[in-house]
């Protein structure tokens, strides 16, 4: 066994989540999470609602908000949806707690007391007619880099390549179009340069990861600048320094604090166990957490501040890089094992928008459709190493002729026959089994290493792939040996031992396939006569702040529970559940109502 950490992408707060967005982190962060839970890890699955930065601050304006009203309402919201999802996390969270507060003040003072953190003086954009500073990535204009004519001030993301708002050619507000005016400001600065050694030698040791994501990676570090950390907001964690922690107007800005989240989260979750320290099993270098690993899902747009941004900032706090220093009194800190990046999930051809409507909510497609059916196509032909496109027709037919016309219909037709005549799970004639009942045992029971390895490697597509072909054997299977023919009493111990084999097939493809889907999989053990809990579930609760602020709701979960990864022998006699639909045949026309609906 070994302490394994999912660092999952927090979800920004200014709005529901989209397919598009659980495509990139949600979904293949679970599927891996249940997995390594099954096979005996012990899993620290983390994230919550990224609440800071200016995107809150103007939203909650044009609203007559307050930006903690703001991120209040759609932190609930998302929890809500992610619960639904089915996405076991064992603390979903938000950066607006006071733990999270302390966690980033105390990063900030290490790197700083380290030497890492700078002042400088910088130029500054603010609107000409309000006087408010306007933040880079609300400044837009052409990349003086690559040509790219959207850039942002912060970040162009055709080329990658770190910015500063008055390097852009002819740069506009976002807000108002009007051209920015450009003032002195005093910011504190992470001096990436000083880091960019230790950064490439622990780079140089990654193996196993996406080669887009190490090439990606790697490029950024011949050139990296010092990147400033504080903006002029109102909205953020304060600055812990003399002369700066009381100051209304200058706040930590948010890419910093949003990536301290995995850490602050998992001090939390100790916390909240009742044992604070035990969060050092996934975190500490030293020591009880030398040998853990940990892993960051998210979307390829934010690679950089997990491959590059986030590695820097625990290794200077750890007293790693050109400077040395001393590690803070949380102790040196793992750097991230993997950076599991996904593509980019477009919509019926087009990228996702939700201001020109270009969108589908989790939470109303869940309303319509079951939320394993999106998990399915998400798995099966979502954006895991390509750009992919989600279509209604597409979606369509996954859902009626993979997963109803295959899996559903091979446990409806296997539990429907042994219910029908025998009641119960039946027994295997005393004959013995045939070379092809054999053989399917032996390919279900080979599927736990192949499937297995696969999703360890981040490998989901090729992993459920491997699983639906138990399904797709398993269906031939009845098929030829058709039991429902063998309806003579002589006929009856060899109908037995058909279908005693294909339920357990199910069995295990049932296992196979519950980090996929596993509501459908809490179904199908109670249709095979399982009690209990087959497939942990996570529960939205609603908790006091540890250190005296505002309650919340947090996204946790009991995940000690519920199957392993191996194949269990089903025990002849074992009374099997009313037969029952798992899955629901969509009809055709959901196509042409859903592109209606995306037309406005």
């Known amino acids: 066994m070994s302490h394994v950490l999912a660092a999952v992408a927090w979800p920004y707060a200014n709005g ?21 839970r099954m096979a005996g890890h012990d899993v620290l699955m983390v994230s919550g609602t990224d609440e800071h930065g200016t995107p809150i601050q103007v939203q909650a304006d044009a609203e007559g908000v307050t930006p903690r009203e703001l991120a209040d309402r759609y932190n609930r919201v998302i929890a809500e949806d992610l619960r639904a999802l089915g996405l076991s996390y064992d603390l979903f969270t938000r950066t607006t707690t006071r733990n999270h507060y302390a966690v980033v003040q ?3 003072s290490g790197l700083h007391r380290n030497g890492y953190i700078v002042p400088k003086v910088t130029t500054g954009a603010i609107s000409p007619s309000t006087g408010r500073t306007l933040p880079d990535r609300y400044i837009e204009g052409t990349c003086p880099i690559c ?26 507000s976002k807000i108002n179009g009007e051209t920015p005016e450009f003032v002195e400001t005093e910011h504190f600065f992470l001096d990436l340069p000083a880091l ?6 622990w780079l140089d040791t990654r193996e196993g990861w996406r080669p887009n994501v190490l090439r990606f990676s790697r490029n950024l570090l011949d050139d990296l600048q010092p990147r400033a950390i504080t903006r002029d907001l109102e909205w953020g964690v304060p600055i812990p320094l003399d002369d700066w922690r009381d100051r209304p107007d200058k706040r930590i800005y948010v890419w910093f604090d949003a990536v301290i989240g995995y850490l602050s989260a998992s001090i939390e979750w100790a916390r909240r166990t009742g044992d604070p320290e035990a969060w050092r099993k996934w975190w500490s270098a030293d020591g009880q957490g030398k040998d853990a690993r940990s892993y960051y899902f998210m979307g390829k747009d934010n690679i950089v501040f997990h491959s590059v941004i986030w590695p820097a900032l625990l290794g200077g706090y750890s007293g790693e890089g050109a400077r040395d220093g001393e590690p803070g009194e949380l102790g040196r800190l793992n750097l991230p094992t993997e950076v599991v990046s996904s593509e980019y999930l477009t919509m019926e051809g087009r990228k996702f928008s939700s201001s020109r409507k270009v969108v589908i909510y989790v939470r109303d497609f869940l309303e319509r459709y ?10 099966v032909a979502g954006p895991e190493s390509n750009d992919t496109d989600f279509t209604w027709a597409e979606f369509l037919r996954r859902n009626n002729d993979e997963l109803v016309a295959g899996w559903g219909n091979l446990v409806n037709r296997s539990v429907s026959l042994a219910a029908k005549n025998f009641g119960a799970i039946p027994p295997v004639d005393p004959a013995g089994l045939t070379e092809a009942d054999q053989a399917l045992l032996d390919t279900a029971k080979a599927g736990f290493a192949v499937v297995g390895d696969l999703i360890a490697r981040h490998r989901q597509k090729q992993a459920i792939g491997e699983a639906m072909k138990v399904v797709a054997e398993a269906n031939k299977y009845l098929s030829e040996q058709a039991p429902w023919k063998l309806k003579g009493a002589d006929d009856k111990p060899r109908m037995g031992t058909v279908l005693h084999v294909a339920l357990q097939v199910v069995s295990d493809a049932n296992t196979l396939l519950t980090p996929f889907l596993p509501h459908s999989a809490q179904k199908i053990h ?9 497939a942990p579930m996570p529960v939205v609760e609603e908790v006091d702040d540890l250190d005296g602020g505002p309650s919340y709701p947090v996204l946790t979960g009991d995940y000690t529970v519920g199957a392993r990864w191996e194949s269990v022998p089903l025990e002849a006699g074992r009374p099997l559940a009313a037969p029952k639909p798992v899955f629901r045949k969509l009809d055709p026309s959901i196509v042409e109502e859903e592109l209606a609906r995306l037309a406005g």
């Open 526 to 534: 109670e249709l095979l006569g399982g009690t209990g809990v087959h």
């Open 370 to 379: 079951d939320a394993d059916a999106l998990r399915y196509f998400i798995a």
């Open 196 to 201: 960019a050694d230790s950064l490439r030698q």
């Open 106 to 108: 105390e990063l900030f």
């Open 147 to 172: 040509g790219y004519d959207s850039a942002r001030g912060d970040q162009c993301d055709n080329c990658g390549n770190q910015l500063d708002p008055i390097d852009l050619i002819d740069p506009k």
């Open 16 to 36: 529901p989540r989209h397919i598009g967005h659980v495509s990139g982190f949600g979904v293949p962060s679970d599927v891996f999470s249940r997995y390594m």
